[in-house]
């Protein structure tokens, strides 16, 4: 028998599966499945990136209800308070002014998360009420606390979904970083 005659015929089977003597071209049927495999894959890609999107503009929309008040607080009533009493949701007490224009008020309200009963905080009054931030570095970064869960939130999905590892982690990281500065700076 000569050694040539086993891949002569395996190159004619598949020549009457519908494939060429070089094996390039697909039956009808094969390119079908493939095509519809491709589409079924770009919307996974699709969808899951427009979730993950959802998700990190969600964060963003979370922190910015207070993240302008304690970043720019140029032309602000800024002052102090000092925390006298605290409640399950937030802590009060009184504001004492540092900034001309800004009055002095016996009661403000502030976030019992950001703070401690018995200590004194740099604030900045939120326009439209007796609520009060804290601002600095702290505060800034209880402000876009939202947002480092909202990476973690997407890493998942960006992970499972995307099947993108190294950006799920950079997510992750980020995320991470961003509530344990927040955690500690408190």
């Known amino acids: 028998m000569i050694p ?3 891949a002569a015929a395996a190159t004619a089977r598949r020549s009457r599966r519908g494939r060429t003597a070089t094996g390039k071209g ?5 390119a079908a499945r493939s095509a519809s495999v491709a589409a079924l894959r ?7 990136g427009a979730v993950a999107v959802l998700i990190l503009i969600a964060g963003v929309w979370a922190s910015w209800s207070t ?9 602000r009533e800024r002052g102090t308070v000092e925390v006298t009493a605290c409640a399950r949701d937030a802590c009060s007490g009184p504001y004492t002014p540092r900034t001309p224009g800004s009055a002095a008020r016996a009661r ?15 604030v900045v009054v939120k326009p439209g009420g007796g609520e009060v931030l804290r601002t600095g570095p702290a ?11 909202a990476l973690l939130l997407a890493s998942v999905v960006v992970a499972g979904g995307l099947r993108r ?3 799920a ?3 992750a990281g980020a995320g991470v970083a961003l509530l344990t500065g927040a955690f500690l700076a408190l």
Do not use: C, H, N, Q
């Open 67 to 75: 993240a302008p008040y304690v970043m720019l607080t140029k032309g």
């Open 42 to 48: 770009f919307g996974r890609a699709a969808s899951m």
């Open 4 to 6: 040539a005659m086993p």
């Open 165 to 167: 590892t190294r950006a």
């Open 26 to 30: 697909r039956p009808p049927r094969e």
């Open 169 to 171: 982690w950079v997510l």
């Open 139 to 149: 505060g800034i970064l209880y402000a876009w606390a939202p947002l480092g869960g």
């Open 108 to 122: 403000v309200e502030i976030d019992s998360a950001a703070v401690r009963k018995g200590r004194t905080y740099d």
